[in-house]
């Protein structure tokens, strides 16, 4: 029979996610949980006190039955004993079952808030660590698999603090009260018995459950690729119709799922010993128990009342003992779990603050790019000795090919990566040396590829100043001219974009993002092909807006589009991460050398085409 709470272990690894099980031992893992608990040191002692005033109570409901069933021993003036002692008998035995469900109960209530507190306080420490990590890990993780570890990481605080505080624990203390009372009251053989029985029990349980760890494993593995695969399937969703591949995803989820069944099978029949194993160790330990019970009844040394005794300690003790191999896998499981969580955690941080880090002096000063190198791998450079300068409120841009390492001089002047050589200063300070809280809230940027949160236009718009008034939240969207557009729409601005803004056009998304960098109105701002997704009536239109927006701002356009960047202060041409032209655009015009041939080629492109 499949035991309540057969959960999914965790995966041994999960595809595409860094952090992986680490060599830490369970007890270190219980070591790195015990800080968040002892925080509420009182609750954890006081739930302790109603732990043990709980099993004292369950204990005391057998020795008080072994009395009432003696009591009920036909005896010379039974009538009178009826009147007196049965009564206050049955009424001691209904409040310490009363005591036994109120221990219980006040222990669940004092520790509920030491447990919530707890999950709450791991669980919003990641969160800020993810946010933390590298763009480098988050490009290299898979949102299914990373998802579910963290969910089953949070649910594995819950899940370890129930087990062992509620289950383990309370089973301890309640076999030590037994044996020393079958001890104390009755001969050693009951106490061997019982410990043999215990100790046979528990070596079969751990030794089996230990075994069927590799089932388990493999399952859960196998889960979690198959979640991977249909979450990474669902969020692709458009592609899969472009290439109409729906069976072909439908077919490699359903591949997943019969590894995971066929896994599955195979941890049911391990199961399936194990507890058919516990059951024959428990029926002849509770056969040989009352067994010698029932001979002392027989030769008179004990009483019908001390077998009643006897038979109820053993149905109490193992009853929570016929659940230990889920028990001891749900403990295994949730420090599994943690330990994940707590290695995902504990995963470096490429790119940190300096211990001397302070907040950026000159927001609005001059962006100097000295002497960059970058590669992303190190047989793969991307950027080679770049140097430029953006003076304070002047528009530098930056054209080439795709591939020409464009784009990886905003996600280092964002500081996403650090550079391997040379240095990128604002206003003369290395931004090494600054906060990154501080670099980031000095800068701006419309990114090429646009991805908006699933909620309403207004939030993705006032995303770029949380607390923005409605006002100023629409006169961004005008500026962005995309006002006309939501109001158009039944909703307005509580318009619900869909997930990663899949309900809005190319066009319409990247308005917002405009928009929201408008509203942001940062000091430097980088325009990474902003008008991309744009026709070339809107672009014309917005173009005036954007050349507003970087009016006496320190301002960065990367573009494909020549036309864009017509009247920067300067042009640089990139080429295989190496600048090879620079120059305003009537000079580079007129020096007929790669930006002349890329503007040649973008009018050829760009003239009516006659049938």
Same mark, same amino acid.
């Given at each position: ?14 595809? +595409? ?7 830490r ?27 043990i ?5 369950n ?8 009395n009432?069933?003696?009591?009920m ?11 007196v ?20 109960e ?17 669980s ?5 660590h ?22 089953? +990481?949070?649910r ?5 603090i ?26 050693? /053989?009951f ?17 089996v ?22 979450v990474?399937? /669902?969020?692709?969703?458009?592609t ?13 989820y ?15 029949r ?7 194993g ?6 002849v ?38 659940f230990?191999?889920v028990?001891?896998?749900?403990i295994?499981?949730s ?7 707590? &290695?995902l955690?504990?995963?470096e ?17 001059t ?11 190190p ?12 003076p ?5 841009? &930056? ?6 390492g ?8 964002y ?17 090494r040396?600054v906060?990154q809280?501080s ?25 770029g100043r949380?607390?923005a ?27 619900t974009?869909?997930?990663r +803004? ?17 509203l ?7 325009f990474?092909?902003a ?15 954007l ?12 573009a494909?589009?020549l036309s ?9 041409v /990139? ?13 580079? /015009? ?5 930006y ?7 009018? &050829? ?7």
């Amino acid at each position: 029979m499949r035991r309540s709470g057969e959960a999914l272990a965790p995966p041994h690894h999960t595809p +595409g996610l860094a952090p992986q099980r680490s060599d830490r031992s369970d007890w270190a893992t219980l070591r790195r949980l015990f800080p968040y608990l002892w925080d509420y040191k009182w609750r954890v002692l006081a739930a302790l006190t109603f732990m043990i005033g709980a099993k004292v109570a369950n204990v005391g409901v057998p020795v008080l039955l072994k009395n009432l069933v003696d009591t009920m021993t036909p005896k010379p003036d039974m009538a009178q004993a009826l009147l007196v002692v049965p009564i206050g008998l049955l009424l001691a035995y209904g409040l310490l079952r009363l005591s036994t469900s109120l221990f219980n109960e006040l222990r669940e209530l004092v520790f509920a808030k030491a447990t919530e507190g707890a999950a709450r306080r791991i669980s919003l420490e990641v969160f800020r660590h993810l946010h933390a990590l590298s763009l480098r890990f988050h490009l290299e993780r898979q949102t299914g698999g990373m998802t579910r570890d963290i969910e089953r +990481g949070t649910r594995g605080v819950h899940s370890l603090i129930s087990m062992s505080l509620y289950s383990i624990v309370p089973t301890i203390v309640e076999l030590v009260l037994v044996l020393t009372i079958l001890g104390v009251k009755f001969d050693a /053989l009951f106490v061997w018995i019982t410990g043999a029985a215990l100790v046979l029990y528990i070596t079969f349980t751990v030794t089996v459950t230990e075994w069927r760890t590799q089932f388990r494993k493999t399952m859960n593995e196998l889960d979690s690729v198959a979640q991977s695969r249909a979450v990474d399937s /669902l969020l692709n969703y458009e592609t899969v119709k472009y290439f109409n591949n729906e069976e072909f995803e439908a077919g490699r989820y359903d591949a997943s799922l019969d590894r995971y069944r066929k896994a599955a099978i195979k941890s049911q029949r391990t199961l399936s010993l194990l507890n058919t194993g516990q059951q024959l160790l428990i029926a002849v330990s509770l056969v040989l128990m009352l067994w010698r019970a029932t001979a002392g009844v027989v030769e008179g040394r004990m009483t019908l009342g001390d077998l009643v005794m006897v038979n109820a300690f053993m149905i109490q003790l193992y009853i929570p003992l016929n659940f230990l191999g889920v028990i001891y896998r749900e403990i295994k499981q949730s420090l599994t779990d943690l330990d994940k969580m707590f &290695v995902l955690m504990e995963k470096e941080r490429e790119v940190r603050d300096g211990a001397d880090a302070k907040p950026l002096a000159q927001p609005d000063g001059t962006v100097h790019f000295e002497d960059v190198s970058f590669a992303y791998e190190p047989d793969r450079p991307i950027l080679q000795h770049v140097s430029f300068e953006i003076p304070a409120g002047k528009t530098v841009a &930056v054209v080439g090919p795709s591939g020409s390492g464009k784009s990886t001089l905003a996600r280092l002047l964002y500081r996403f990566y650090d550079v391997q050589d040379g240095r990128i200063t604002i206003g003369g300070e290395d931004i090494r040396t600054v906060t990154q809280a501080s670099l980031r809230q000095a800068i701006g940027i419309v990114p090429q590829d646009t991805v908006l949160f699933n909620d309403t236009i207004e939030y993705n718009i006032a995303y770029g100043r949380p607390g923005a008034t409605r006002e100023q939240v629409e006169a961004a969207a005008q500026a962005a001219r995309i006002h006309g557009f939501i109001a158009a729409t039944p909703k307005g601005y509580a318009t619900t974009v869909g997930e990663r +803004g899949l309900k809005l056009s190319g066009g319409e998304k990247q308005r917002v993002a405009i928009a929201r960098t408008l509203l942001k109105n940062p000091p430097i701002v980088i325009f990474d092909e902003a008008t991309s997704a744009l026709d070339s009536a809107n672009e014309r239109a917005i173009q005036a807006e954007l050349k507003s927006a970087a009016q006496n701002k320190t301002t960065l356009v990367i573009a494909h589009r020549l036309s864009t960047v017509v009247d920067a202060h300067e042009i640089l041409v /990139l080429e295989s991460g190496v600048v090879v032209e620079r120059g305003t655009h009537v000079d580079l /015009l007129a020096r007929q050398g790669r930006y002349a041939q890329m503007w040649t080629l973008q009018k &050829v492109e760009a003239a009516p085409v006659v049938l």
